[in-house]
């Protein structure tokens, strides 16, 4: 949902999902094991085009390793205090 990212790179997943559910195929699905190999196949090479189309500062910012970031961010500093727990009772 990022804007930063180019409409042609956001129909890549919704395109390779209508591909996979659709019954028109490259290969047909009878056409064992070969017919589900090309659907195999555009499952996994959809995210990955759709990663490297996309802005690479945008993929570092959603993958959480921009440079920007500074390693104080990952840092609470907070107050705490040990408690007792209390003795356990005799019989």
Do not use: Q, W
Request: aromatic share 6%; charged share 30%; proline share 9%.
């Amino acid at each position: 949902m990022d804007r930063r990212v180019s409409l042609r790179s956001k129909l890549i997943i919704p395109i390779a999902l209508i591909y996979f559910f659709s019954p028109i195929d490259l290969i047909p699905d009878m056409i064992l094991p070969f017919g589900r190999i090309d659907d195999i196949i555009c499952l996994i090479l959809a995210p990955l085009i759709f990663i490297c189309t996309c802005p690479i500062e945008v993929v570092r910012e959603h993958l959480g390793k921009n440079k920007e970031t500074k390693k104080d961010e990952s840092v609470l500093e907070a107050k705490y205090r040990h408690v007792d727990s209390p003795p356990e009772e005799k019989e």
